[in-house]
């Protein structure tokens, strides 16, 4: 009787005891810990920054079209030998063997304009003839400069746009990689709380198991000095075969659960690691006014890159609708140009007393009929923008919906955590009375048993609340990019 007495009156130390072993040689990591080496040495960090990465090379390679675009040409040399037909001065023709070679060397350079949409180029070009037949001639034509502009007119700038578009999509690019990282936070608690709650359950069916077993003995000595029933010892046997294996599909569980956290931190599926219950801090336990949810929803728009692939979307949709109005427009295209060019035998000469070479052009397409082509392309860009708008408002009025409910879920996750531990104080409280009258008989073992039960689901039930917590917390830093405890954009912070 004084054995089993001691060893439920101490069942707290045998808790401790059972953690110690548990936790002997092994790494305790906090959720900060494990979010901190995730967004570190994860594999999908990896792939967050590659992706970052990618849009950052694509903005360059963007912008790199609205800079000067150099070029080498030459043709080094040219072969040709064919029968040509000559017209003679009586009108007949005649056919002749013609041998030439010929070789051309040249650089341009062009820009877009971004203000009008047009391109400047500039260039410089030498072209040597080679007759090897007849009286063999050599003839060098040279254009020292020539420079040129084409400007169409009443269309729409695409190297504008090109150039607005670029830059949003950049910055979509750093958004969503934060957003990543911040998603990847939530994730990690999401799984990191899943081997704790594992882990806590070991822990608790193992004092569970070592206070049954303590139990079962007394209890078969009590059964033969005729103390208790057979139905009430029967019942001790039960539930420790049922805690033998609860505790066999909780250590299958956290094995689980422990290789899936590991895989996504990137650490060897061997380590031993125990992992730390994190309270919330005093700043951290301050519920959130309804009234958060308009700040929260304008941090929203601000810093998550869905919004700013709305705002693309929008550019896209009204780069589309002006298309479809200049195709029902004449469209000219001014093609101008000035430079100089002379021909001599030799190279040097090429290159004196230059000529001024000119050319000018206005070209014009007017649209006469389009069997209704061009109309349908305005009234499906109308109605495409139209949609878009629409379905901005939708996102709008959905995110300021889920926004409310992820504040209202994370001020109910505090109340859980306040609620728990006083249900767990309760419970232990509880716990320790119906040890005693079950140790001076006045309580059956099922009346204990369900102390007991109740003391280990109100210890389940606080490490539940935290991860709700935690999840809670993280998912509305991820859905808002901002950081409710400075009250700073994490988009800025990064």
Do not use: C
């Not at 919330?280 to 929803?297: H, K, N, R, V």
């Not at 140790?439 to 039930?461: E, P, V, W």
Request: aromatic share 8%; hydrophobic share 40%; glycine share 4%.
């Amino acid at each position: 009787m004084m054995a089993g007495h001691q060893i439920i009156n101490g069942v707290a130390i045998i808790i401790l005891i059972v953690w110690s072993q548990f936790t002997r040689a092994q790494t305790v990591i906090t959720l900060q810990q494990a979010i901190v080496l995730a967004q570190q040495s994860s594999l999908q960090v990896s792939l967050n920054k590659n992706n970052l990465e990618i849009a950052e090379q694509t903005y360059k390679l963007q912008r790199a079209q609205l800079f000067p675009q150099v070029n080498l040409n030459a043709n080094l040399p040219g072969y040709n030998s064919s029968i040509t037909s000559v017209t003679q001065p009586d009108g007949t023709i005649k056919f002749t063997t013609v041998e030439q070679a010929y070789s051309n060397v040249g650089i341009s350079l062009s820009q877009k304009i971004a203000a009008t949409g047009g391109t400047f180029t500039a260039s410089s070009n030498i072209n040597r003839f080679d007759l090897l037949t007849g009286n063999r001639i050599s003839t060098f034509n040279t254009q020292p400069y020539v420079l040129g502009i084409v400007q169409p007119l009443f269309r729409f700038n695409e190297t504008a746009y090109n150039l607005k578009t670029a830059k949003i999509s950049k910055l979509i690019g750093s958004k969503v990689f934060v957003k990543q990282q911040e998603q990847l936070a939530a994730d990690v608690s999401s799984l990191f709380h899943t081997v704790l709650q594992a882990q806590t359950n070991i822990v608790l069916l193992t004092a569970t198991s070592n206070t049954t077993d303590t139990l079962l003995k007394t209890a078969k000595l009590k059964l033969a000095l005729g103390k208790i029933g057979e139905e009430e010892y029967l019942q001790i046997q039960l539930e420790q075969l049922n805690t033998t294996a609860q505790l066999q599909q909780a250590q299958n569980d956290v094995e689980l659960a422990k290789n899936k956290l590991f895989n996504m931190l990137n650490m060897p599926t061997k380590s031993e690691i125990v992992l730390e219950a994190t309270k919330p801090t005093a700043i951290q336990q301050q519920q959130l006014e309804q009234t958060s949810s308009t700040i929260l929803f304008t941090q929203y728009k601000q810093n998550n890159p869905e919004y700013e692939q709305q705002r693309l979307a929008q550019m896209q949709n009204y780069a589309a609708l002006q298309r479809a109005k200049y195709t029902r427009l004449p469209s000219f295209n001014i093609i101008a140009g000035y430079g100089s060019n002379q021909s001599a035998p030799l190279l040097n000469d090429a290159y004196q007393n230059l000529l001024t070479q000119r050319n000018a052009t206005v070209g014009v397409a007017v649209p006469l009929f389009t069997a209704g082509a061009n109309s349908a392309s305005l009234k499906i860009a109308t109605y495409q923008q139209q949609n878009q708008q629409l379905q901005l408002q939708q996102l709008e009025q959905q995110m300021m919906n889920s926004i409310l409910g992820q504040l209202l879920a994370y001020n109910n996750a505090l109340m859980l955590i306040h609620n728990a531990q006083l249900t767990d104080s309760l419970a232990q409280r509880r716990y320790a009375i119906s040890t005693n009258k079950f140790n001076a008989g006045k309580i059956t073992y099922t009346d204990f048993l369900l102390a007991q039960n109740q003391r280990n689901q109100s210890k389940k039930n606080y490490i539940n609340a935290i991860a709700s917590y935690w999840q809670a917390y993280y998912q509305l830093r991820a859905s808002t990019m901002y950081d409710i405890e400075t009250q700073e954009s994490l988009y800025n912070k990064n």
